[in-house]
């Protein structure tokens, strides 16, 4: 790696609320600068802009463009499209699947109404071809769907075994439309087929959230003149040339976890902890042992779909400062797990909402819709592309301007309510109100946007439950009860990370993370073995009466508000190639690796030529990826036939290569 005398990292996040960036020194590895800027979804460079700009415009005698050498960004944006439902439209074609297989698929279910076209086609687990590749239907295909689709997901039976005809269908494809292909080979090595068309179904409706966000990095880093490379974090916390990122941008799934708990470590300088990282939408707990985040080989499960993208085992809940306050049936409060704008956050920005509030407060009828506000995304100058909406949604979106609107006068019916949450779903509207944020500025636990908005938000809520006006009394009551129950929330999910299950309504943990200690005449309490690392922007709010709840070591670092910019500084390239070699019995040996299958007849040269060959495979990957000088380190398990002498014996070995090193600096 080379970097000059005087180098600078710049990591940066951008979250659903925040864009955090921070400056690490690379000469003495340590954090000198760091800022927060709005996340503006309409715009992403100008939040990514004005983080970066604050952060160097702290130190004290500033930074030249060309002292640094890395831009590295974490992003939430991937989760939260997945989440949230989000995404580009997608055409499915699947080659050699059967009915049955189509089905456990699970596409249908994740995505109603998605296309999903079967052709002929396939291979065997040998990698011989089992049925010739239906190319005509293909063009029949494309004739159907292929205007109607932004992008198309390709998986073929057996193709980890040989790829020939996935290949052939995306150069059919995009000869034919010219739109993005997702191969499902290029992102798995699994033999599980219907799980490899699931992860590209899902990567091919990420590609123009990624590739929008590193459009927009690119363009701050043009405006503030930085010229040098542009890494992305991915979600089992390693890094990548945002250009290798961009074609499989779900490998950034829990991408912004990732780096929380690289930063965490590198903050705190423990080994052995939970981290629980609180931001805007949710709260992502991970689980650090012996120095190694703990990764989930069997692919990250996010937004109830389990993909097959390796990632760090983090849980992520829809809890954060900015989570929805509503009401159950029954009057209960709910917190989350959809995120909104705080209203004191956009009465900061449109000092006009504290007026539209004391109108809602003056219309005595009350209503579920009063204190809530639509507006377009932040730093959308132009109106975002509003693709596939029916004529309510554009009737809709039509009323949303830049500047905030009261939902209760752009929703005037039910059927306009869904279309307003039709677009909230699509991203093209942000909707603004009550929070856990709001709650926090009333009790004067936070102070950096308008009090008197969240006062009045919690005026609405409070006599929308009881049909009267509150007293002061009874609004701070709420809010505490808010506040309460964000912390409550919290300690069940650190406990359900401590336990490493998810134990749902159990009486015994409820009650010592209410606060309460006990039932009846027992005293109850659990802990933690472990300190629990908190990071992210609100966390220094709730998790003081987490740790005294729990009994739990609580460590705040210093920039733990920023933790997931640092980690996004200081991360690795990685990349894991493994390559399967297979014996028959007769002395035929077949080597299943990224290229495809070859046959040989000696065990002993199929080992070596299959270690060869992963190691090789490694070393481009992480070269691709942006890597400077990196090492290899190769692990092999071997599987033997009952009366094996030697390898010519092998049943099965699986080689293993994997390559790391640190980004190569401008």
Same mark, same amino acid.
């Given at each position: 790696?080379s970097?000059?005398?005087? *180098?600078?990292?710049?990591?940066v996040d951008?979250?659903?609320?925040?864009?955090?960036?921070?400056?690490?020194?690379?000469?003495?590895?340590?954090?000198?600068?760091?800022a927060?800027?709005?996340?503006t979804?309409?715009?992403?460079?100008?939040?990514v802009?004005?983080?970066?700009?604050?952060?160097v415009?702290?130190?004290?005698?500033?930074?030249?463009?060309?002292?640094?050498?890395? +831009?590295s960004?974490?992003?939430?944006?991937?989760t939260?499209?997945?989440?949230?439902?989000?995404?580009?439209a +997608?055409?499915v074609?699947?080659?050699?699947?059967?009915?049955?297989?189509?089905?456990?698929t699970?596409?249908?279910? #994740?995505?109603?109404?998605?296309?999903?076209?079967?052709?002929?086609?396939?291979?065997?687990?040998n990698?011989?071809?089992k049925?010739?590749?239906?190319?005509?239907?293909? $063009?029949?295909v494309l004739?159907?769907?292929?205007?109607k689709?932004?992008?198309f997901?390709v998986?073929?039976?057996?193709?980890?075994?040989n790829?020939?005809?996935?290949?052939?269908?995306?150069?059919? /494809?995009?000869a034919?439309?010219?739109?993005?292909?997702?191969?499902?080979? $290029?992102?798995s090595?699994? =033999?599980d #087929?219907?799980?490899?068309?699931?992860?590209a179904?899902l990567?091919?409706r990420?590609i123009?959230?990624?590739s929008?966000?590193i459009?927009?990095?690119?363009?701050?880093?043009?405006?503030?003149?930085?010229?040098?490379?542009?890494?992305?974090?991915?979600?089992?916390?390693t890094?990548?040339?945002?250009?290798?990122?961009?074609?499989r941008? /779900?490998?950034?799934?829990?991408?912004g976890?990732?780096?929380?708990?690289?930063g965490?470590?590198?903050?705190?300088?423990?080994?052995?902890?939970?981290?629980?990282?609180?931001?805007?939408?949710?709260?992502?707990?991970? +689980?650090l042992?012996?120095?190694?985040?703990?990764?989930?080989?069997?692919?990250?499960?996010v937004?109830?779909?389990?993909?097959?993208?390796?990632?760090?085992? +983090?849980?992520t809940?829809?809890?954060?400062?900015d989570?929805?306050?509503?009401?159950?049936?029954?009057?209960?409060?709910?917190?989350?797990?959809?995120?909104?704008?705080?209203?004191?956050?956009?009465a900061?920005?449109?000092?006009?909402?504290?007026?539209?509030?004391?109108?809602?407060?003056?219309?005595?009828?009350?209503?579920?819709?009063?204190?809530?506000?639509?507006?377009?995304?932040?730093?959308a100058a132009n109106?975002?592309?509003?693709?596939?909406l029916?004529?309510?949604?554009?009737e809709?979106l039509?009323?949303?301007?830049?500047?905030?609107k009261?939902?209760r006068?752009?929703?005037?019916?039910s059927?306009?309510?869904?279309a307003?949450a039709?677009?909230k779903?699509?991203?093209?509207?942000?909707?603004?109100g009550?929070?856990p944020?709001?709650?926090a500025?009333?009790?004067?636990?936070?102070?950096?946007?308008?009090?008197p #908005?969240?006062?009045?938000a919690a005026? =609405?809520?409070?006599?929308?439950?009881e049909?009267?006006?509150p007293?002061?009394?009874?609004?701070?009551?709420?809010?505490?009860e808010?506040?309460?129950d964000?912390?409550?929330?919290?300690?069940?999910?650190?406990?359900?990370t401590?336990?490493?299950q998810?134990?749902?309504?159990d009486t015994?943990?409820?009650?010592?993370?209410?606060?309460?200690?006990?039932?009846g005449?027992?005293?109850i309490?659990l802990?933690?073995?472990?300190?629990?690392?908190?990071?992210?922007?609100?966390?220094k709010?709730?998790?003081?009466?987490?740790?005294?709840r729990?009994?739990?070591?609580?460590?705040?670092p210093?920039?733990?508000?920023?933790?997931?910019?640092v980690g996004?500084?200081t991360?690795v390239?990685?990349?894991?190639?493994?390559?399967?070699l297979?014996g028959?019995?007769?002395?035929?040996f077949?080597?299943?690796?990224?290229?495809?299958?070859?046959?040989?007849? *000696?065990?002993?040269?199929a080992?070596?030529?299959?270690?060869?060959? #992963?190691?090789?495979?490694?070393?481009?990957?992480?070269?691709?990826?942006?890597?400077?000088?990196?090492?290899?380190?190769?692990?092999?398990?071997?599987?033997?036939?009952?009366?094996?002498v030697?390898?010519?014996g092998?049943?099965?070995?699986?080689i293993?290569?994997?390559a790391?090193?640190?980004?190569?600096?401008?």
């Amino acid at each position: 790696m080379s970097q000059a005398p005087e *180098s600078y990292f710049i990591g940066v996040d951008t979250g659903g609320t925040y864009t955090d960036a921070a400056v690490i020194e690379a000469a003495n590895h340590r954090v000198i600068a760091s800022a927060k800027a709005i996340t503006t979804k309409g715009d992403l460079a100008i939040g990514v802009t004005e983080a970066i700009t604050k952060a160097v415009a702290s130190l004290p005698r500033g930074l030249k463009p060309e002292d640094i050498s890395l +831009v590295s960004v974490s992003t939430t944006l991937a989760t939260n499209a997945v989440v949230e439902g989000h995404g580009s439209a +997608v055409g499915v074609v699947l080659s050699g699947f059967d009915a049955q297989m189509v089905e456990r698929t699970g596409i249908a279910k #994740a995505f109603p109404g998605m296309p999903v076209e079967m052709i002929a086609g396939g291979h065997d687990h040998n990698g011989d071809e089992k049925t010739a590749l239906d190319i005509a239907g293909l $063009e029949a295909v494309l004739g159907r769907i292929g205007g109607k689709c932004d992008a198309f997901a390709v998986a073929s039976a057996f193709a980890v075994r040989n790829p020939a005809h996935e290949h052939k269908i995306r150069e059919i /494809i995009t000869a034919r439309t010219g739109k993005p292909v997702t191969l499902s080979t $290029e992102l798995s090595s699994s =033999l599980d #087929a219907p799980r490899r068309a699931l992860t590209a179904s899902l990567n091919a409706r990420l590609i123009s959230r990624i590739s929008f966000l590193i459009e927009a990095v690119s363009r701050a880093m043009t405006g503030l003149k930085i010229v040098c490379p542009l890494m992305i974090v991915k979600g089992d916390g390693t890094l990548a040339l945002a250009e290798t990122v961009a074609m499989r941008p /779900i490998e950034t799934v829990l991408s912004g976890p990732a780096a929380s708990l690289v930063g965490a470590r590198w903050l705190s300088g423990l080994s052995d902890f939970i981290m629980s990282d609180m931001g805007g939408t949710t709260t992502d707990l991970g +689980v650090l042992k012996d120095g190694r985040p703990r990764v989930t080989e069997e692919g990250a499960e996010v937004g109830g779909w389990r993909t097959m993208v390796k990632a760090i085992d +983090v849980r992520t809940i829809g809890l954060g400062g900015d989570s929805e306050i509503h009401f159950e049936a029954n009057g209960g409060l709910s917190v989350g797990p959809q995120r909104i704008v705080p209203v004191s956050l956009i009465a900061q920005r449109f000092p006009e909402v504290l007026a539209m509030l004391d109108s809602d407060l003056a219309d005595t009828e009350g209503g579920s819709m009063h204190g809530r506000f639509v507006v377009h995304p932040f730093g959308a100058a132009n109106r975002l592309a509003a693709t596939d909406l029916s004529a309510r949604e554009k009737e809709i979106l039509d009323l949303v301007t830049d500047r905030p609107k009261p939902v209760r006068k752009v929703a005037v019916s039910s059927g306009a309510q869904r279309a307003l949450a039709a677009l909230k779903r699509k991203g093209l509207v942000q909707i603004c109100g009550f929070t856990p944020s709001d709650a926090a500025h009333v009790l004067d636990l936070q102070a950096n946007w308008s009090k008197p #908005a969240a006062e009045k938000a919690a005026q =609405l809520l409070v006599r929308f439950r009881e049909m009267k006006m509150p007293s002061p009394e009874r609004v701070k009551g709420f809010c505490e009860e808010v506040w309460s129950d964000v912390v409550r929330l919290t300690g069940r999910v650190i406990l359900d990370t401590a336990l490493g299950q998810k134990t749902g309504g159990d009486t015994l943990l409820d009650a010592v993370c209410s606060g309460r200690g006990g039932i009846g005449l027992t005293r109850i309490g659990l802990s933690p073995t472990v300190p629990v690392v908190a990071v992210g922007g609100p966390v220094k709010i709730y998790y003081g009466e987490v740790g005294k709840r729990l009994g739990a070591e609580i460590v705040f670092p210093e920039f733990c508000d920023v933790a997931n910019a640092v980690g996004a500084a200081t991360g690795v390239v990685s990349r894991a190639v493994t390559v399967t070699l297979e014996g028959d019995g007769s002395g035929l040996f077949r080597l299943h690796g990224p290229e495809g299958t070859r046959s040989l007849t *000696s065990g002993t040269q199929a080992l070596a030529e299959g270690e060869a060959l #992963a190691r090789q495979a490694a070393l481009t990957a992480v070269t691709q990826m942006g890597a400077g000088k990196a090492e290899v380190k190769v692990s092999i398990a071997k599987s033997y036939l009952p009366d094996a002498v030697d390898d010519n014996g092998l049943l099965k070995a699986e080689i293993t290569a994997e390559a790391i090193g640190r980004p190569e600096t401008r």
